[in-house]
């Protein structure tokens, strides 16, 4: 059975239930009849005024984040780093400004649809891992901040979904080293063992993005066989020093200096003139799984 949530789900006061009740709900979007929906199974809830990794910490209002002092069940969207467009939920009454981040979705339907929306050829786990990939698949836009999640074109669905209690996980928020101690608190919540849910870096690892980093290149090069991706050998998954899900081919030309935001290691520094493949080649000789 297909149910709207009604706004009463979204004006509750305690932001981290809600933001751990989404977690099963199905995203919709429907934009002149094209249909897209998701399984919801990543969230980060953002408590207001006295979160500083929040917009809208201290009081802040900006043109931006005024939206996020609006009644429960509207849509905040936002633009980062000029590409992504990322989709959040206003929480509480009016005038208290938390919100819950959608940070990835189990694709249901639309797939052709969100394949074509984010230029891929083939149905993989990057489609709708993480807030940017899965606003483009479904659609979401920043000129859609403020609209109502009762009515229009996007809205979130109850229908009977039931995540069990030992797989829904807490941990710390995804980049907002900036909010000091309130970094470290469990905000993001998430399904355990669902493929869908990106992969995040421990102490010492390295998390290569593989499907922003290919979202910023052009059509030709995204078909170009040099920059083909690959799957590294299993046995050196999740290992104490090492973890990348994905690598690029080693021939790719692709310069990591246009993308600082793609990788994500300890101790980050700029590559100025760097492939990518050249990149893993020095970190795999650094920790010693590849000979100088």
């Given at each position: ?10 004006t ?9 009740e ?72 009016a ?26 050829l ?31 074109d ?18 710390p928020?995804?980049g ?32 290569v ?41 080693p ?20 590559y ?5 493949g ?15």
């Amino acid at each position: 059975m297909k149910k709207k949530l009604p706004r009463s789900f979204y004006t509750r006061d305690d932001v981290l239930t809600i933001s751990r009740e989404l977690l099963g709900k199905v995203l919709v979007t429907n934009f002149t009849g094209v249909s897209t929906s998701g399984i919801i199974v990543e969230t980060e809830a953002y408590q207001g005024i006295g979160d500083k990794a929040a917009h809208s910490f201290g009081g802040r209002r900006t043109p931006r984040t005024e939206i996020m002092y609006a009644q429960g069940g509207t849509a905040y969207v936002y633009l980062i780093y000029g590409i992504h467009h990322l989709f959040n939920v206003v929480t509480n009454k009016a005038d208290t400004p938390h919100a819950i981040l959608i940070r990835a979705l189990e694709p249901l339907e639309g797939i052709d649809i969100m394949l074509h929306r984010r230029d891929k050829l083939q149905l993989d786990f990057t489609l709708t891992k993480g807030p940017g990939a899965l606003s483009q698949a479904m659609g979401i836009h920043k000129s859609q901040t403020g609209v109502s999640l009762m009515k229009g074109d996007i809205w979130i669905e109850d229908r009977g979904i039931a995540i069990p209690k030992n797989k829904i996980m807490a941990s710390p928020r995804i980049g907002v080293e900036y909010a000091g101690d309130h970094a470290e608190w469990l905000y993001r919540f998430y399904v355990k063992d669902n493929p869908w849910v990106p992969v995040t870096a421990l102490p010492g690892q390295i998390v290569v993005n593989v499907g922003d980093m290919l979202q910023r290149l052009t059509n030709d090069v995204l078909r170009s066989t040099t920059h083909r991706v690959v799957n590294p050998p299993r046995e050196l998954w999740g290992t104490s020093r090492f973890s990348i899900p994905f690598f690029l081919h080693p021939r790719s030309e692709m310069k990591l200096d246009c993308l600082p935001q793609c990788v994500n290691f300890d101790n980050p520094r700029k590559y100025d003139n760097i492939t990518a493949g050249e990149y893993l080649d020095e970190r795999l000789v650094e920790i010693g799984l590849k000979k100088a």
